[in-house]
């Protein structure tokens, strides 16, 4: 065998161990992609979709999905998301606002919220409904969930976890939910496959609608506490909303929902009032409100006094509203052509979603 013959020889082999390295690497790199994709595709069938069922957990991921322009942010637990009605506020004054309401939001994840709030643009005024002072750690993982996976990806969304996670929780499976919905095979249904890639929407700008009606009776008295103090870490994440909202020019405005349970305690009351006074910051107690919002609480609950129905909701914001337009001097944006026609689409879904729900109710509008 000549010398260019072996060349050519050692040549091929070169080249046919180059492609045999090649293949395999290409064979692993699909395989990776394929486990990945599955894998991907699984998570997506198995985590909860919230159309149906338990609503409250597509609130949190549905501002994003909005234009980011909102010159009032209420933030806050159920007291906000189902007292309060963004599309009343822009009927009667123009003003373009959104709730960034979820189930049980603790403060905490209220102020990683405005921080999360605050990537995107900066409102005139933040409303904090102050009920969730009374927590001081997590009371549930179902709600946390509720709350943070709804949260797009920042440093904002970890913090927040990490602020949260009850003991037996683990920061991977918020990562990956898949680890945590893994054996949620059982309860899959139509919906799962339904809106396994896209959801529709549930709410209205974060306002949860109920029109049905169930009247406040024998609503129960708070029990008797050892502390009534608001513990370190509620204080903390108070202070930081506070100055934070202060760092951004932004008006922080305290309020406590005009919901009757779970009791709200003079002694929690004197607390927030005495934290308003030495901050400078405004306070509304809707409770003490009811002939000025002209709320009936034999009309205007659907769940015996907890949370305010639509009729309770838009009395609600009705007076809500002039406060922050006359007082705040939040601005009518109404002659706005491109806002206005966006909110004409959101006032026909809203009055769409009212009719079905006074026809499933069986109930005149």
């Not at 072996?6 to 492609?19: C, L, P, S, T």
């Not at 909005?66 to 806050?76: C, Q, R, S, T």
Request: contains cysteine; charged residues 25%.
């Amino acid at each position: 065998m000549s010398e260019n013959e072996r060349n050519a020889g050692y040549i091929k082999d070169v080249e046919n161990a180059k492609n045999k390295r090649y293949k395999s690497l290409l064979r692993g790199i699909v395989s990776a992609l394929i486990v990945l994709v599955s894998l991907y595709l699984l998570q997506r069938l198995l985590v909860p979709k919230y159309v149906d069922d338990v609503v409250e957990g597509a609130f949190i991921a549905e501002y994003y999905g909005e234009e980011k322009d909102f010159d009032v942010i209420f933030i806050g637990d159920c007291e906000v998301y189902e007292n309060f009605s963004p599309a009343m506020l822009w009927e009667q004054y123009g003003i373009n606002s959104y709730i960034r309401g979820s189930a049980q939001q603790y403060i905490w994840q209220s102020y990683y919220l405005l921080e999360d709030t605050l990537r995107y643009e900066t409102p005139d005024v933040v409303v904090f409904n102050v009920l969730s002072l009374q927590y001081d750690k997590a009371q549930r993982e179902a709600y946390n969930r509720m709350t943070l996976e709804g949260m797009e990806w920042s440093a904002a969304k970890v913090k927040s976890i990490l602020a949260s996670m009850r003991e037996e929780e683990n920061f991977l499976d918020y990562v990956f939910p898949i680890l945590r919905y893994h054996t949620r095979w059982s309860g899959l249904s139509g919906t799962d496959l339904e809106y396994m890639f896209d959801t529709k929407p549930v709410s209205h700008n974060g306002y949860y609608m109920r029109v049905d009606v169930k009247a406040a009776q024998d609503v129960p008295q708070g029990r008797i506490l050892a502390d009534y103090s608001f513990g370190e870490k509620a204080w903390d994440y108070l202070d930081r909303m506070r100055e934070l909202c202060a760092k951004e020019g932004i008006e922080l405005v305290l309020i406590k929902a005009p919901s009757l349970y779970p009791y709200w305690y003079p002694e929690w009351e004197e607390q927030v009032e005495e934290y308003a006074f030495a901050h400078g910051l405004r306070y509304i107690n809707f409770l003490e409100l009811g002939e000025e919002t002209g709320i009936d609480y034999a009309t205007d609950t659907y769940d015996g006094g907890l949370h305010m129905n639509l009729s309770g909701a838009e009395k609600l914001s009705a007076y809500f509203g002039s406060m922050l337009s006359e007082e705040l001097g939040v601005p009518d944006r109404r002659k706005e052509t491109e806002l206005s026609s966006r909110w004409e689409e959101k006032l026909a879904a809203y009055e769409a979603e009212k009719q079905e729900q006074y026809r499933y109710y069986g109930m005149q509008p």
